[in-house]
């Protein structure tokens, strides 16, 4: 499967923003996906997770309550709602998807397929 992520740019501090996921190849509603971010100089971290029905979602502690992961399999579509956006929020976001959601939905090596990133900056 191929994914592309978008939706990034520049937004100031308090701000929203919504990223999205589409995918192209094989079935995308038969895989979970997860979001996560890179910072500059920093690893890549977990952000959000969605699984394949959109029945089961996970957030990383930093965004909980701020974010909001949801999908549209008729579309082939995975979006990240970002509200009340902090400076530290500034990074690139990526997509990732996997064949099923399992305990370990926060690491990245557990994701096979991978977007080529959106960028975001918040500015203060």
């Known amino acids: 499967v191929q994914l592309q992520a978008y939706g990034g740019g520049l937004v100031q501090a308090g701000g929203s923003l919504r990223l999205s996921c589409t995918a192209s190849g094989r079935t995308f509603s038969s895989y979970a996906v997860g979001w996560f971010r890179q910072a500059p100089g920093k690893e890549r971290e977990f952000v959000a997770a969605?699984?394949?029905?959109?029945?089961?979602?996970y957030y990383a502690d930093s965004v909980k309550g701020r974010f909001t992961i949801s999908r549209d399999n008729a579309k082939n579509t995975v979006y990240l709602q970002l509200n009340s956006l902090k400076p530290e929020d500034t990074a690139v976001y990526y997509c990732a998807a996997r064949g099923t959601m399992g305990w370990n939905y926060f690491l990245v090596s557990s994701y096979d397929y991978w977007g080529q990133g959106t960028e975001l900056t918040v500015s203060s």
């Open positions: 969605i699984s394949w029905s959109g029945g089961s979602t």
